[in-house]
């Protein structure tokens, strides 16, 4: 069965509930604000026992407040919703002769969010991110994964690396074993990464210790996150100081000398005044000969609120990140080497990799009324550098393996600045919130990278195929195309959105931005000096549909530009100053369904083209063309939440089909997009036996892909399983076991080139200590 088949059948299945509503008694209401004035437009669920996804009815408020709905007579929860105030859940009883009662809402509190308690630690009911402004996930047309705090603790995720396996539609790249990159419908980027909205593109490894959750936006949507961005992006959303008081500690230690510590302190100071600090600290091996890491981090936070209106932040970030840099290993006659996966190649003692990032943040929020003023500035640091050794292809005869070394040196300062202004208003019938926003940023980056000299001679050498561990002596200084560079990017832009709710079960989301990208290049080397502009329109466009309160069917349309530049700047020459950017344009249709108030199950179907990329004229092969195009057509389901109050599950399968439909300057055309694979699946289950015990299983597939785009290296497909204990000691002290690949199964976890193969770890056990108090 074809993807969009399973997905039309999917919906018709989820539509078929509609028919489950019955009519018997006029239950009548009215909803008013604080002041007595009545609230137009607000949202009533009826639901029996609370259960969202079982709502009984529901209406909305006219201009008086009022509403009515037809319920059998019984125990009932209204929730009652405005995006302008905090939603309510007021149990009722509706009698033979039905009934009537007021409801009053009250302003919601200034926050990036609306704070809603999750009915399950898995699922967040809310984001901002898609919209920029506070909006029901089921509400947003966008497929959006959300990696919840819990689900990070329950799994003893460390890395963006671990986020990814459980989010469908997204991969891990190699990143040549040096940073975080990840592949998101067929599209690789190591710069598509954002700090509460803000970007982070530096190339470096990201830690989960300070978080609250990280969120996957699944498809182009430039319109929110400017340039790049072409298959998604990743969305870490971090741990601010809050009026509630918390202190955890969390120790963990096991396979590979693995040590770490984490901390979370919140504490209030004044009823307006609050500071919280996370830290961490972690020294760890690997299963690969050689290679260790060692990393720490401490996030301080400051959060003041002199009235219910306004709402000040101040946040901190010191981070540094050393370990050893690992290509991994190299292939032979298409497939990954036949050698040990703790095969080192070149020195391990002379390969590192360093990452110190400082990020300093300010959030200044005020209401005025149905106006939300918000700005945010984010300063960022970054010193980032490696030396490592690159395996190359083998010898014919299977004997020897060639192997190259280099290092590279980036530092770069990030400042950029967000201006939003949120504003509600009921006309013509209609709610709307209308978005409006400036970004204004720059971005100041040096460039340098020396070339490894083999005995101070030779940029390459041969080892043996069995045991390619060197110790030969290395100098690195810089050949004749090495870089030496200095860059200067300005970037400046104007958006505007609207969110348009013509009746409880139509919503239409518009919007359009409007980028200039100024990029100045300056090459130490020679004194040249180069330059592009762009100016760069981005639409966005959705439908939602909700024949259910619980239940959104969505169609939408987005648009995101790559600069000729690339998305780390370092594209730029004299022949790609003429190149326009590469265009992203992706269209989706999915559903979303809040199955129970503690469950969302949703699915989308996407075609995301990727035009305008290089190709070599076939009149001039001197000359490039932007005729080279791709092509991906998806289908994701995702499902998180619990399916009963012990049950907890996240995970879901993708299907993807990434291919070059016209022939690009590194592909032909029909060649299979690298790193793809046409299926992936993934459930993770924590199952709480008593209230002391639970147990956790997670089963991750994932099929055979190309290493690259040339499609002559197989990375075969796998399945492993991991498993997790759990037991509460008291309930401030809980003790947790993780295992991971619990059977041992060897496999290859992904590549940077087809001599670049990353091994999976084989079988590893964690012991966690958390304690709260």
């Known amino acids: 069965m074809t993807p969009r088949r399973t997905f039309v059948l999917l919906v018709s299945l989820l539509l078929s509930l509609a028919a489950f509503a019955a009519d018997k008694v006029s239950y009548r209401g009215r909803v008013l604000d604080a002041s007595g004035a009545a609230i137009a437009g607000a949202h009533i669920v009826a639901s029996p026992d609370g259960d969202v996804g079982a709502a009984a009815a529901s209406a909305d408020s006219d201009k008086e407040g009022r509403f009515t709905l037809q319920l059998e007579p ?61 909006t029901p996930l089921r509400d947003v047309p966008q497929s959006v994964t959300v990696v919840t705090k819990e689900l990070i603790a329950d799994q003893m995720m460390t890395s963006i690396g671990d986020v990814v396996r459980y989010v469908p539609g997204v991969a891990l790249h190699q990143g040549e074993n040096n940073r975080d990159q990840v592949i998101i419908r067929g599209n690789s980027s190591s710069a598509d990464f954002f700090v509460d909205g803000v970007r982070d593109d530096v190339q470096y490894y990201r830690d989960l210790y300070n978080l609250d959750r990280v969120e996957a936006l699944k498809g182009p949507n430039a319109m929110v996150f400017g340039r790049g961005g072409g298959g998604g992006v990743i969305n870490r959303v971090t741990k601010e100081a809050g009026f509630d008081e918390k202190r955890e500690v969390m120790v963990q230690g096991g396979a590979y000398s ?26 760890s091996n690997s299963f690969r000969d050689g290679v260790d890491l ?31 840099a690992d290509r991994g290993i190299t292939s032979f006659q298409g497939r990954p080497a036949n050698v040990d ?33 918000r700005n945010r500035t984010l300063f960022g640091d970054y010193d980032r ?25 980036t530092q770069r300062q990030n400042l950029f600045n967000q201006t939003d202004f949120i504003y509600g208003l009921n006309a013509g019938g209609m709610k709307h919130t209308l978005l409006g926003g400036i970004e204004l940023g720059q971005q100041l980056t040096d460039n340098f990278r020396n070339t490894g000299f083999f005995n101070n001679t030779a940029t390459s050498i041969l080892a043996p195929f069995g045991s390619p561990t060197i110790a030969t002596p290395v100098t690195y200084r810089q050949s004749a195309t090495d870089a030496n560079n200095h860059l200067k990017t300005n970037v400046s832009a104007v958006y505007a959105q609207d969110q348009i709710e013509l009746s409880p079960r139509i919503q239409i989301l518009a919007g359009v931005r409007f980028d200039r990208f100024d990029l100045t290049y300056h090459n130490n080397r020679n004194g040249d000096e180069i330059g592009r502009v762009d100016k760069l329109v981005s639409p966005r466009a959705g439908v939602v549909f909700k024949p259910l ?82 092509r991906t057509n998806g289908y994701e389901l995702g499902v998180n939440g619990q399916i009963t109050p012990a049950w907890s599950i996240a995970g879901g399968f993708a299907y993807q089909d990434a291919y ?20 992936t699946f993934s459930l993770w289950n924590n199952y709480d036996f008593t209230a002391r015990t639970g147990a956790a299983v997670g089963a991750i597939y994932r099929s055979k892909m190309f290493a690259t785009i040339d499609n002559s290296v ?58 709260r108090f």
């Open 74 to 134: 019984g125990a009932y929860v209204l929730h009652i919703g405005d995006r302008r105030y905090a939603e309510i859940a007021e149990p009722v009883t509706i009698a033979a002769d039905g009934g009537q009662r007021d409801f009053t809402l009250q302003v919601a509190a200034v926050t990036e969010a609306i704070t809603v308690k999750a009915p399950s630690p898995y699922i967040a009911p809310v984001v901002s991110s898609a919209t920029k402004t506070p």
């Open 258 to 283: 693995d040590r770490r510590v984490t901390a979370d302190f919140d504490q209030p100071i004044t009823d307006n005044l609050a500071f919280r600090l996370n830290g961490m600290y972690e020294s």
């Open 294 to 324: 060692r990393r720490d981090g401490i996030a301080p936070s400051l959060t003041y609120r002199p009235s219910e209106d306004t709402k000040v932040t101040f946040g901190y970030e010191h981070f540094r990140d050393t370990r050893a």
């Open 341 to 373: 996966v703790d095969t080192f190649y070149g020195n391990p003692d002379d390969s590192h990799v360093r990452a110190k990032v400082d990020l300093a943040t300010a959030v200044i929020q005020h209401r005025m009324g149905a106006l939300t003023v």
């Open 385 to 409: 550098f490696y030396q490592n050794y690159v395996p190359g292809a083998v010898t014919a005869n299977g004997a020897q393996v060639t192997i190259t070394a280099y290092n590279n040196d």
């Open 549 to 630: 309160p619980a239940l959104s069917v969505y169609g939408s349309y987005g648009v995101s530009y790559l600069p000729s530049s690339g998305d780390q700047f370092s594209s730029l020459t004299k022949i790609t100053e003429q190149v326009e950017p590469e265009k992203f344009s992706n269209y989706e249709i999915g559903a979303k369904w809040d199955a129970t108030n503690a469950l969302q199950i949703t699915t989308a179907t996407y075609l995301l083209d990727r035009t305008n990329t290089r190709s070599t004229d076939p009149n001039d092969p001197t000359r490039i063309v932007q005729t080279g195009s791709q």
């Open 660 to 679: 070059v439909t016209s022939a690009t300057t590194a592909a032909r055309t029909g060649a299979q997009v690298a790193q793809v694979p046409h299926h």
């Open 714 to 771: 197989t990375l075969p497909g796998y399945t492993r399983f991991d498993v997790a204990a759990y037991y509460n000691l008291s309930q401030s002290l809980r003790l947790q076991l993780n295992v991971e690949n619990v059977f041992d199964k060897k496999y290859w976890a992904n590549a940077d080139s087809n001599t670049n193969i990353s091994p999976g770890s084989p079988r590893a056990a964690r012991l966690g200590f958390m304690a």
